[in-house]
C-alpha cells in the first residue's frame, strides 16, 4: 500500500510467445490459455479442423499447377463470386491483402486513364510502396509526406469529428469531400478512385452513417473515378448479417479487395470487379495466387461459415456484445463511445465525456489489465491509440462475450476506484488498474456455475489432436 491506500505493485510484463491455438483461444509458452479478440485472421477459429485438412490433403497431392488447368480454381472462384453481386463477376486471386490493394489502384489507373486517389485521413491500405503512397496513416509520419496525386478527406466520425453529434453529418462529410476533389479537378488532378474500408477499422472502427456512402460513391462516379472496398478486414460476414461490409450501405464498389479471413490465416486475397475494368488491364499473372493448397483452404473456409451459420451467429453475439458494452458506457465516466456491427466492435476510452480527450495511456493500462489478469487480448486502434478493438474470431461465443464484459467492467471499476498495478513497458512506466479480490471472487463464482468455458470444445472440433 501506499500513503493513499492505493495498490501499487512493480511488474515487468514480457511479450506473450504463443506456441499453440485453437477455436478463440491462444497458448503462450507456459501453457496459459488466453480467449483471443484480436484475430480477425483466424476467422473461423484458430487451425479449424476442416480447413486444416483440407490443406494437409492439397498439400499432400498438389501444390502448384501454373500454366496448367486447375479445377479447384474455378470451382473456387465460382464458389466465391457467388456471395458477390452480378457485376462483379472477375477475380483476381493473390496473396496478401497488400497485394490485391496494389492490383485495385493498378486496375482502376488502367481504366479510367488517370493516377490521382482519394482516401481517408489515417486510413491505412497496406505495406507496398503504391500503397504507403496512399496510407495517410503511414506517410504522415515519414520524410515524403503526401504526395500530390493523394487527396485526403475527412473520415465520417460522429463521434469526434468535425461534424460530430449531426443528423445531416453524411452530407456535410460528402460536401467536405466535395470541396477538396473539386480542388483537385481545379488543379488539373483529375480522380483515378476512391479507396476505402466501409465499416473504417483502422481509424479505431469508424461506423459511417447509413447514406454516406451512396452520396460519395455518387460524387466520386461524377468525378470520373471509381470506387473500391477494402474488405481485407471486414468481409466475409464479420460485420453479421451480411457477407460484405459495404452491402450495410446499400452500394455496389466497382472494385472490391479482400485477404485476411480468406485463408484462415493461409496467405491468401482476392480482387473482384467487373469485366469492363478487367479487360482494361490486359494480361496479369501470379505465380503463386490461386494455387491448389490455397483454393482448397479458401473453399474450406467458405464452407464452414455455411455450415456452422457463423454470419448469422456474429449478428447474435454482435449484437449481445454491443449492448453490453454500452451499459459500459453508461456505468463508467472513460467510456466516451461504443460502436461497431457483428464482431467488429470499438470501445472509445476518454478522460471524460465532456471533453472527450482520448486517454491513450488508460487504453494500454486496460488492455494489459485484461491480459494480465483476465487472459484475455484485446488491441488499441485509431489515431489516438484509445479504441479497444473488438475483432475475434467468427466462433466467438455468447458466453465469450459475457467474459469479455466481466472482465472489462471489472477493469474499469478498478479503475475508477484508483487500485493501480504499476507495469514497466520498454523504459516506460504505466500503472493499470487491479481488479479487487471480490470481483475476482463474483467472476470465479459465476464461471463455477456455468461452468469452465475452456473445456466446451466445439462439435466441429472434436476431431481436433
Not at 488517370?114 to 509520419?141: C, Q, T, W
Not at 473500391?228 to 461490409?245: C, H, K, N, S
Not at 490465416?265 to 495466387?289: C, K, Q
Not at 456474429?314 to 463511445?337: I, M, P
Request: net charge negative.
Amino acid at each position: 500500500m501506499d500513503g493513499r491506500g492505493l495498490c501499487t505493485h512493480h511488474v515487468v510484463t514480457a511479450p506473450l510467445k504463443i506456441v499453440r491455438a485453437q477455436k478463440q483461444y491462444m497458448i503462450d509458452s507456459m501453457g496459459v490459455q488466453y480467449l483471443d479478440c484480436v484475430s480477425n485472421i483466424a476467422h473461423v477459429g484458430h487451425c479449424h479442423p476442416q480447413v486444416v485438412t483440407a490443406g494437409k490433403n492439397q498439400m499432400a497431392t498438389l501444390v502448384s499447377a501454373q500454366g496448367f488447368m486447375n479445377d479447384s480454381l474455378n470451382k473456387y472462384v465460382k464458389q466465391l463470386l457467388n456471395y458477390l453481386p452480378d457485376v462483379l463477376c472477375v477475380c483476381y486471386l493473390v496473396n496478401s491483402g497488400s497485394e490485391a490493394n496494389d492490383l485495385a489502384l493498378r486496375l482502376a489507373r488502367s481504366y479510367t486513364n488517370r493516377k490521382d486517389v482519394v482516401v481517408f485521413d489515417e486510413a491505412y491500405h497496406g505495406n507496398l510502396g503504391n500503397l504507403i503512397d496512399i496510407s495517410p496513416k503511414m506517410f504522415k509520419r515519414m520524410a515524403q509526406g503526401k504526395k500530390d496525386f493523394v487527396h485526403v478527406i475527412p473520415y465520417p466520425d460522429t463521434y469526434r469529428g468535425m461534424y460530430r453529434d449531426d443528423p445531416r453529418a453524411a452530407e456535410k462529410y460528402v460536401m467536405e469531400a466535395e470541396r477538396i476533389i473539386s480542388q483537385a479537378t481545379r488543379n488539373n488532378r483529375n480522380i483515378s478512385c476512391f479507396i476505402s474500408e466501409c465499416i473504417v477499422v483502422n481509424c479505431g472502427v469508424i461506423v459511417p452513417p447509413r447514406n454516406y456512402y451512396k452520396l460519395l460513391y455518387n460524387l466520386i462516379r461524377e468525378a470520373g473515378g471509381v470506387c473500391i472496398a477494402d474488405e481485407v478486414q471486414t468481409a466475409l460476414g464479420r460485420t453479421g448479417e451480411y457477407f460484405w461490409a459495404f452491402e450495410h450501405y446499400s452500394v455496389i464498389p466497382d472494385i472490391v479487395t479482400t485477404g485476411k479471413p480468406l485463408g484462415n490465416g493461409h496467405p491468401m486475397a482476392a480482387v473482384i470487379t467487373t469485366r469492363e475494368i478487367a479487360d482494361s488491364l490486359g494480361e496479369y499473372y501470379s505465380t503463386f495466387g490461386g494455387n491448389p493448397v490455397a483454393c482448397a483452404i479458401g473453399m474450406a473456409v467458405l464452407e464452414v461459415i455455411d455450415n456452422e451459420k457463423l454470419v448469422q451467429s456474429a449478428k447474435a453475439v454482435g449484437k449481445t456484445l454491443l449492448e453490453s458494452l454500452t451499459q459500459l458506457k453508461e456505468r463508467h465516466s472513460c467510456v466516451g463511445d461504443v460502436r461497431g456491427t457483428g464482431l467488429c466492435l470499438g470501445v472509445e476510452i476518454v478522460e471524460d465525456k465532456c471533453s472527450r480527450k482520448p486517454a491513450r495511456e488508460l487504453t494500454q493500462a486496460i488492455i494489459m489489465s485484461l491480459k494480465e489478469e483476465h487472459r484475455i487480448l484485446i488491441q488499441g486502434q485509431g489515431p489516438n491509440h484509445n479504441v479497444l478493438t473488438i475483432t475475434p474470431p467468427m466462433c466467438f461465443t455468447q458466453l465469450n462475450a459475457r467474459s469479455l464484459y466481466n472482465a472489462l467492467d471489472a477493469v474499469l471499476t478498478a479503475y475508477a476506484n484508483r487500485s493501480t498495478l504499476n507495469v514497466e513497458v520498454g523504459s516506460s512506466m504505466v500503472q493499470i488498474p487491479l481488479v479487487s479480490s471480490e470481483d475476482l471472487r463474483n467472476l470465479e463464482e459465476e464461471e463455477e456455475v456455468e461452468g469452465p468455458e475452456a473445456k466446451r470444445p466445439r462439435t466441429s472440433y472434436d476431431d481436433m489432436d
